[in-house]
């Protein structure tokens, strides 16, 4: 028997909260020009998952000497795959100033419990930034 009114349908009810997965934590930051983890998320290990969209997002003052910022969604750690990055950044870059940056990616083949992180970097930072917010995001379809 067909479906009456197909374009009538809808996701009301049904709940996709297991799919998204964020955090606003504050896991570090910078110190002069190294690459860090600044907000960690887990994606959880008991649902079906073909992609992730990820987003990511950090408000900081920049460090003295900083000259541009790249943000960065990795699997795992610093030393991960990188899965978007916003490339050296220098727009409104300069020491003490307070900027933001998001960044977008796409893991189209996500393990199980897979971790993400967000990293930023401050090109030639003689000292430690400071962030002051941060969030990442998943949305695992």
């Keep these: 028997m067909p479906l009456p009114n197909v374009i009538g349908l809808s996701a009301m009810g049904l709940d996709l909260s297991p799919r998204v997965v ?10 002069a020009a190294t690459e860090t983890t600044i907000c960690t998320i887990t994606l959880p290990t008991n649902i079906a998952i073909n992609t992730v969209l ?19 969604l990795r699997r795992t ?11 050296a950044t220098t727009g409104g870059i300069a020491a003490a100033n307070l900027v933001d940056m998001n960044v977008q990616g796409l893991d189209t083949a996500p393990p199980s419990a897979q971790v993400y992180v967000l990293t930023l970097t401050v090109t030639a930072g003689a000292a430690a930034s400071t962030v002051s917010a941060c969030n990442i995001l998943a949305f695992a379809v």
């Design 22 to 31: 964020t955090s606003t934590t504050v896991a570090a930051s910078p110190s």
């Design 54 to 72: 990820l987003f990511g997002w950090a408000a900081f003052t920049v460090g003295t000497s900083g000259t541009a910022c790249n943000l960065r």
């Design 77 to 87: 750690d610093t030393s991960g795959s990188i899965l978007a990055a916003t490339g």
